[in-house]
């Protein structure tokens, strides 16, 4: 079984920063992607950042230049550092990861979400 455990939210000023870190553990061969998704409520769950086994970044539009993604291979684990925080960042924060196992004997694919986490950006 496959978990990712997210760390590093909470409360900050506007200007202020946060690191968020998502470890994968359980059963699994490789990963594929790893990033952050971000949801508030009433609206749609939206892209952060991801970056790919080949270490290739994907940002939001609306990130770019403030966060950075990055991840520890050895651990298994994908950071996101968030410079400059603004009130509209106040979100859930979902840690996200595409998998390589073979659960049943034949590999595959497979997508994973963390429980989340609280970040809150104060004016």
């Known amino acids: 079984q496959v978990q990712l455990v997210e760390s590093g939210g909470g409360l900050v000023q506007a200007g202020g920063s946060l690191r968020l870190s998502c470890a994968a553990s359980?059963?699994?061969?490789?990963?594929?992607?790893m990033g952050w998704y971000r949801q508030v409520p009433g609206k749609q769950r939206e892209l952060v950042a991801t970056v790919t086994s080949a270490s290739s970044t994907n940002y939001a539009d609306s990130v770019k230049g403030r966060f950075t993604i990055s991840k520890d291979n050895a651990k298994n684990t994908v950071y996101l550092q968030m410079n400059s925080l603004k009130p509209e960042d106040t979100a859930v924060f979902y840690c996200y990861a595409n998998l390589r196992a073979s659960p049943w004997g034949v590999q595959s694919d497979f997508n994973y979400w963390g429980q989340g986490t609280q970040v809150t950006v104060s004016s």
């Open positions: 359980g059963r699994f061969l490789a990963i594929n992607v």
